[in-house]
């Protein structure tokens, strides 16, 4: 292992790697963690290597406080960016995840020293995966470009033109700036109507970039979480409405009885 100091922030390089037409893929916390669940299905699944983790003073802890986490062998822990490496067939895949997003000062300096050490190893294309809002339970896979020529490509996945609207943090921050380094840069959301963790959302992105790097992977994992959570959430409604039930009795008795 050995590190490089850029901008103030320290990668820790556990692997030499040298990437074919290499592809970054972010999946950090957000909206319904649709991207950050995505990133890290794929990672876990496929069992892939941690080859560099990145700390430094703009990854502070979700409430924003500086501090670390302690894991569940007692082990202090920092905020990090970590890479995970796939090996393909005809070029490789750089899968970044973390417990948190950059702090708002600290985005463009996190996202450039990113990019410094994504290009010298071979980097080519940037995507960020993440969650986008809709008004609807159903679930939808939408696209926006910086300057690449797959929106063809992307539309027969399935996917839609984002159009109009914002995208804030680094999931849309990181390609825009790849862009302008030359490189290609892109964005994948899932449709998510709720803040709370969106299984569903997700497995429609894993689904997509599967599909657009050729990636084997199961969605059994999900699948089973998916139905899981259905029989959670069927549970606790036939609770409320025995609860609601009892509640209507209890009004009909006589004022008297206790």
């Known amino acids: 292992m050995y590190t490089?100091?850029?901008?103030?922030?320290?990668?820790?390089?556990?692997?030499?790697v040298r990437l074919r037409q290499g592809v970054l893929v972010q999946g950090l916390?957000?909206?319904?963690?649709?991207?950050?669940?995505?990133?890290d299905y794929i990672v876990d699944t496929l069992g892939l290597e941690k080859v560099a983790e990145l700390i430094g003073p703009g990854l502070l802890l979700p409430v924003g406080n500086a501090g670390v986490f302690v894991d569940q062998a007692g082990v202090l822990r920092?905020?990090?960016?970590?890479?995970?490496l796939y090996t393909g067939e005809e070029r490789d895949v750089l899968f970044l995840t973390s417990e948190v997003q950059p702090v708002n000062w600290a985005q463009?300096?996190?996202?450039?020293?990113?990019?410094?050490?994504?290009?010298?190893?071979?980097?080519?294309?940037?995507v960020g995966v993440c969650g986008t809002s809709s008004d609807t339970p159903s679930v939808e896979v939408v696209y926006a470009i910086a300057n690449t020529g797959r929106a063809q490509e992307l539309e027969s996945l399935g996917l839609k033109k984002s159009a109009g609207g914002t995208i804030t943090g680094a999931c849309g921050l990181?390609?825009?700036?790849?862009?302008?380094?030359?490189?290609?840069?892109f964005v994948i959301m899932g449709s998510t109507h709720t803040p709370e963790p969106n299984l569903a959302s997700s497995r429609e992105v894993v689904r997509v970039l599967a599909s657009l790097l050729k990636i084997t992977i199961g969605l059994e994992g999900l699948d089973r979480l998916i139905q899981e959570e259905k029989t959670r959430e069927e549970e606790l409604r036939r609770?409320?409405?025995?609860?609601?039930?009892?509640?209507?009795?209890?009004?009909?008795?006589?004022?008297w009885y206790v």
């Open 239 to 255: 609770e409320l409405e025995r609860i609601e039930r009892a509640e209507e009795k209890k009004e009909g008795l006589p004022s």
């Open 108 to 126: 463009y300096d996190v996202a450039e020293c990113v990019l410094d050490f994504f290009t010298s190893i071979g980097g080519k294309t940037v």
């Open 78 to 84: 920092p905020p990090s960016y970590k890479f995970y």
């Open 174 to 185: 990181l390609p825009a700036l790849a862009a302008l380094r030359g490189l290609e840069g």
């Open 29 to 39: 916390p957000g909206i319904g963690l649709v991207g950050k669940i995505a990133v």
């Open 4 to 16: 490089i100091e850029n901008r103030g922030y320290k990668v820790f390089i556990y692997k030499d």
